[in-house]
């Protein structure tokens, strides 16, 4: 090894050889190769779907509900597709002095045709009003058109009974 570095013609050598291994992995490192870049675009939301089963109706149509019970003006009223039973509450003034808010599901997504009735307390919550009953509602995060829903029920315990 000592001699190949004494001799001045072997150390030209291995000087040239390496010089080319640098040159030729840079130009392999720059050279673009034709490779088109990669470019992400954002999701179609025309195409993009919640789920297995999606409501069939446009984001900003127009639905129809029937808002009772204990809220200061009961009545039929126009509401936005997605919006929530809170927002129907609110359209119908909100909720009196003595509603029963926790049996109901305010963050239940409303649907055309369906009836919400907010309990008062000491009344007994009107069997499957308010909640999913339906398969496609849960998957979907919506009510079935009747509106119904299981209200939560106290157990002897005293803790509710969610069955």
Avoid at 4 to 26: E, H, K
Avoid at 104 to 125: I, K
Wanted: net charge negative.
């Amino acid at each position: 090894m000592a001699n190949l570095v004494s001799r001045p013609g072997a150390m030209l050598v291995t000087g040239l050889v390496t010089a080319a291994i640098v040159v030729v992995a840079v130009i392999l490192l720059v050279q673009d190769a034709g490779n088109a870049p990669i470019q992400v675009l954002p999701p179609d939301p025309q195409s993009a779907t919640a789920g297995p089963a999606t409501s069939n109706l446009p984001e900003d149509s127009e639905v129809r509900v029937y808002v009772s019970g204990a809220v200061r003006d009961p009545g039929v009223y126009t509401m936005v597709s997605g919006d929530r039973l809170a927002d129907a509450v609110d359209a119908a003034g909100g909720a009196v002095d003595g509603a029963q808010l926790e049996s109901v599901n305010l963050a239940l997504r409303v649907v055309d045709q369906g009836h919400y009735h907010v309990p008062s307390l000491g009344e007994t919550p009107l069997p499957q009003m308010n909640t999913l009953t339906s398969a496609e509602g849960a998957e979907t995060g919506q009510a079935d058109p009747s509106g119904l829903v299981s209200p939560v029920q106290d157990s002897p315990s005293g803790w509710p009974d969610r069955s």
